[in-house]
């Protein structure tokens, strides 16, 4: 999937995904697209984002980064994106 974040704008979501140039505008809720498209890979982050996990460049404890960009994480969201996240150890401290 190339879907690569959701942004909702009332009951408007812009879809980015990668190959196209423009998002794609659907009329919406982020809660309507959700039930409606149940993908493993797309999470909520916060009131107005969805993410694709595949498409995390990095991430830290307040914010995920695809294309380079910081989006932030929700507190709400914060215990779902983790259990949904495989984290790496590295061994450093």
Same mark, same amino acid.
């Given at each position: 999937?190339?879907?690569?974040?959701?942004?909702?704008?009332?009951?408007?979501?812009?879809?980015?995904?990668?190959?196209?140039?423009?998002?794609?505008?659907?009329?919406?809720?982020?809660?309507?697209?959700?039930?409606?498209?149940?993908?493993?890979?797309?999470?909520?982050? =916060? +009131?107005?984002?969805? *993410?694709?996990?595949?498409?995390?460049?990095? @991430?830290?404890? %307040?914010?995920?980064?695809? $294309? =380079? +960009?910081?989006?932030? *994480?929700?507190?709400?969201?914060?215990?779902? @994106?983790?259990? %949904?996240?495989?984290?790496? $150890?590295?061994?450093?401290?």
């Amino acid at each position: 999937m190339d879907v690569e974040k959701i942004v909702s704008d009332g009951d408007i979501i812009r879809i980015h995904i990668k190959t196209e140039i423009s998002p794609i505008s659907a009329s919406l809720s982020l809660k309507q697209f959700q039930e409606q498209f149940p993908y493993p890979s797309l999470i909520r982050i =916060n +009131k107005s984002t969805i *993410i694709n996990l595949l498409k995390i460049d990095k @991430f830290n404890y %307040n914010h995920v980064w695809i $294309k =380079n +960009k910081a989006i932030s *994480i929700g507190e709400k969201y914060k215990k779902d @994106f983790f259990s %949904n996240v495989k984290i790496l $150890k590295t061994g450093w401290k």
